[in-house]
């Protein structure tokens, strides 16, 4: 009897105008902190136990952004097993906000530093979403792309198209605040792949031109093509993307 598995292709890259990459991005066991690759890699996960895949986008004009994401990216990778339910999933997010707030506090060069967070949990029957902050999830079938994430940002006003702005991240401030995760489950389907990703890609490629590729590539090729388009698109921030397809799709 075969066990389901997943392939998960993922890159991470500074983008054209940053000098260092803040973004950190988690696949099952694997990390990738601060560190860039301009091709991804792709793995393969038998999903008989949760598989994590997540990104964090370490926040600009904070301190140590690029260690913030690499704590969180750390910090679910171990956890990744044990996320079963949404409960569980929001209790690794609280720990991962503590965890932030901690090593600000033991380090005063690192006060205030934060990060986003998103990504999904995929077992046998279930997907679970989550995020805090920016950085987005995706999902693309049949029916065109779905949006699953929930951006902490304030209204946009007439005419913008983004904003850097964050009502809420992990870690972030001078003293603890308790976050809202924004979590959610759907049933598992084959045909169905998800895109995780950071605003260096959502920021300055349209929903229409993800839909567009990700319709016409999969896995490695459609992450590949993602990042060229934002870093054709000017590349001003750090992108790190992560495709998420069943072995079938």
């Known amino acids: 009897m075969s066990v389901p598995h997943v392939a998960v292709s993922a890159l991470t890259h500074q983008g054209v ?26 793995l393969f996960f038998p999903i008989a136990a949760p598989l994590l895949v997540a990104v964090a986008d370490g926040v600009g004009g904070h301190p140590a952004g690029d260690v913030a994401s690499g704590m969180v990216a750390q910090e679910l990778s171990r956890a990744g097993r044990t996320l079963t339910d949404e409960a569980s999933v929001r209790a690794a997010l609280d720990a991962c906000n503590q965890s932030v707030y901690d090593a600000g506090m033991r380090d005063a ?3 205030g530093m934060g990060t986003t967070i998103a990504g999904i949990v995929v077992d046998e029957t279930t997907v679970r ?3 805090v902050g920016d950085s987005r999830v995706y999902a693309v079938d049949e029916h065109g792309l779905e949006r699953l994430s929930t951006d902490d940002n304030p209204p946009l006003t007439p005419g913008q198209t983004h904003t850097s702005v964050l009502t809420q991240m992990l870690g972030g401030y001078a ?5 809202n995760s924004h979590v959610s489950s759907r049933q598992r389907a084959d045909n169905c792949r998800y895109l995780v990703c950071t605003d260096g890609l959502s920021d300055v490629v349209s929903d ?5 590729v990700m319709a016409r590539g999969r896995g490695a090729e459609a992450a ?22 069943p072995a079938e799709a």
């Open 175 to 179: 003293g603890d605040r308790r976050i």
């Open 129 to 131: 979403v989550f995020n």
């Open 109 to 111: 060069e690192r006060t």
């Open 224 to 245: 590949y093509e993602l990042w060229r388009m934002a870093m054709e698109a000017g590349g001003p921030d750090n992108i790190t993307i992560a495709v998420v397809k």
């Open 17 to 42: 105008l940053r000098d260092h990459n803040e973004d950190s991005v988690v696949m099952g066991p694997w990390t990738a902190c601060a560190s860039v690759t301009d091709t991804p890699a792709t």
């Open 208 to 212: 229409d031109a993800i839909a567009s």
